[in-house]
């Protein structure tokens, strides 16, 4: 009996053992397998892959984060049967990195494999917005991270990882520059370096400034190309725009028109207009210029009349008070005028032949401009043949007509059809 049991537990035993087998092979695995996906896909893992070799697992997928990665394998290895070894895990995460712009203040959160691909990327950013305060406190770096398959190192701007980012913080061009106090300030943003040092050199060689600042003025590859962004044209514009007398100023933005400020005379206006063409295309220029009937009357123009000061303020404040008018249509001098500069002649006379003079006849703004000029120099010449006549020296004196001024100017003369003296 006891052999007859002895000889059934051995036939029994490699059926049960059998029987044992195929139940962990067909319920028990597929159920842990099953299981184990659960976790994985609970945790947002792409793709899952889970191999079972018995007992001893073997993990691959795309975690979201390394959190997400971590809290997947510390869930699967509670799982009592199952067995993670090392190297089995290969589950990883993608290296991603978000940049969130506030004001001046550029967050960068994500994760990268090492901390010198944090480093790097920081001295990318930096290098392109150096505008911007970095802060990368919340960029991770974990061994389980790796680069995406499209990444080909090394890791610069050009990169299309990156291509996210640096799209996001593509600033407009725009530059501004201000002639004031004797200084000249540029700021703005520009797209390329060489047109930062074409506009400085340019501005050094003919403006006449005792100083430029262009500590505000940040060139960087990452700035948008802008259609004004012309070096020559841009340069010769700006040279010949801030050689003339300050105040003045010159703005202009990614496809916005330029405007100008400052002082100028109609001739001026437009050659600086002509200038502009090739720089802005088409678009209309903002021309908040007041004009002046000649640069004698830009606002503290210094004659250069060698002449003791006390003299030449006297005679200036003489001639300031000194309006010669004319009817329309004709240059005659009335006999009223004809009085006021024989009264005007001693004075001139006591300057001495060293005294210059510009006299000049200011057209009708509203008149035919051709024949406007005409009747206005007719005029101013009219007015220094009587001085000759009067005895003053015409060494140094010269007639001319003036440019016209819109009446609304605030440096339109207080009289139509007049002529006025001015200190050259």
Known sequence: ?????FFLMVILL???????AYFIAF??????????????????????????AFLDIDLAGEAPSPQAHRQAVESIRRIGPLRLKSGADRLHVNASVKAHLHEKRLRLTGWLPQQKDAEKLAR??????????????????????????????PLEAANPFLSPILDHLRIPSELRIEFKDGTLRLTGMLPDGGLKEEIISALAGDSGTSEIDPSGLIASPHVKAAP????????????SFFAA????????????????????????????????????????????????????????????????????????????????????????????DQTKLAALAPSL??????????????????????QEATMAKTRAETVLSFLIEQGVPATDITATAFEPVPPSSPAAPDMPRSVEILVK
């Open 1 to 5: 009996m006891r052999l007859s049991l």
């Open 14 to 20: 490699p059926v049960a053992a059998v029987a044992h």
């Open 27 to 52: 319920h028990r695995l597929p159920l842990l397998r099953s299981e184990v996906i659960g976790i994985l896909e609970k945790a947002g893992v792409q793709s899952p892959k889970v191999d079972l």
């Open 124 to 153: 990318i950013l930096t290098e392109l917005r150096p505008d911007l305060i970095l802060d990368s406190t919340e960029l991770q770096h974990a061994p389980e991270v790796r680069w995406p398959t499209y990444f080909k190192p």
């Open 228 to 239: 004004f962004a012309k070096k020559k044209a841009l340069a010769a514009f700006l040279a």
């Open 245 to 336: 007398p300050p105040p003045r100023g010159f703005e202009i933005k990614d496809e916005g028109r330029p405007r100008l400020t400052g002082i100028a005379t109609r001739k001026l206006e437009s050659e600086w207009l002509t200038l502009l063409r090739p720089v802005t295309g088409a678009a209309q220029v903002d021309s908040q210029l007041v004009l002046l009937p000649s640069l004698y009357h830009q606002p503290g123009y210094q004659p250069r009349s060698p002449l003791p000061p006390a003299m030449l303020d006297q005679l200036r404040e003489v001639l300031h008070g000194t309006t010669i008018s004319f009817e329309s249509g004709t240059s005659t001098l009335p006999p009223l």
């Open 349 to 370: 006379l006591a300057a001495g032949p060293a005294l210059g003079l510009i006299i000049g006849g200011h057209p009708d703004p509203l008149g035919d401009a051709t």
